[in-house]
């Protein structure tokens, strides 16, 4: 059996706030092939985001990770200390964060911010940097690039400031790269154009890809596989046309749902209720208060992840009876 480039079990990444324990992310497994692009996908606050920074290392405080194991080629990163893991930020695995305004450091010129990452990683003197720099404006489509390379972010369209975050994450190679919510500040044209460079980078540089979004327009067209998390566990994997051909929980089945068809003219459903308050979650299925389907064992009994065919697993109680809706085409 392969090694999986990256293998995150059973995860646990709690916020120690004054209000209390928040459980951001509370048993997450996820794995991903290498050259594979593996999606992760669910509302805001299911935990997406905070499973990315957990196998980066950077959770921000009052977070900290509690249990589960993450390896990545094979190596446990928990066990790294910091100057391991900054080593391993760059060359190994990048991320690109949801809004470039606030990634990019605004007092710094775009030519800064790709150089001192090249001299520090790839050990290479100010010339060869800027001319590394150069290149990786060119291999992300911004135009004039030798113009770009001297200006400030805020000089920069959101579009264009989004691929000067992706060129710096590209910069040393990385092995892994995380895109989180990478589209959700752009227009829809801009959004399509990054996606497709995205998708272009993925295959000419043969790099393994997370992308982490609410959007499931955008995890049919990247992913080969996806993850679907809701308040921090894990409802259903599947490779990506099973989640969409033949949904197993009702959530998956609520978030295709919200998703809009051009070929047919339908409402819009609308997931009912909010995320739960993770202090305090609900007993059972997390997802019961919010599920038209719950029965009494969803309120008393949390499911288990387990196997529903092959290569598809779904945390449902009720998976063997529902009968849910596909993705209308």
Known sequence: MTEKLLDISELRTYFFTEAGVVRAVDGISVDVDAGETIGLVGESGSGKSVTAQS??????KPGRIVAGSIKFE?????????DEMRKLRGPKMAVVFQDPTTSLNPVYTVEKQLTDILMLHR????????????YLLELVGISEPEKRLKAYPHELSGGMKQRVAIARALSCEPTLLFADEPTTNLDVTIQAQVLELLKKLQKDLKMTMVMITHDMGIIADMTRRVTVLYAGKVMEVADTAAIFNAPMHPYTEALLK????????????????NIPNLIEPPTGCVFHP??????D????????LEKAEEGHQVACHLWRELKLEAKAS
């Open 55 to 60: 196998a980066l290392r950077i959770v921000p």
């Open 123 to 134: 050990d290479l003197a100010k010339a060869e940097a800027s001319q590394r720099a150069l």
């Open 290 to 295: 919010r599920c038209k389907y719950a029965k």
């Open 297 to 304: 064992i969803c309120v008393k009994e949390e499911p288990r």
């Open 74 to 82: 094979g190596e446990d990163l928990l066990a790294k200390s910091e």
């Open 258 to 273: 919200a998703v809009p068809s051009v070929k047919q003219t339908r409402v819009l459903e609308v997931i009912p209720g």
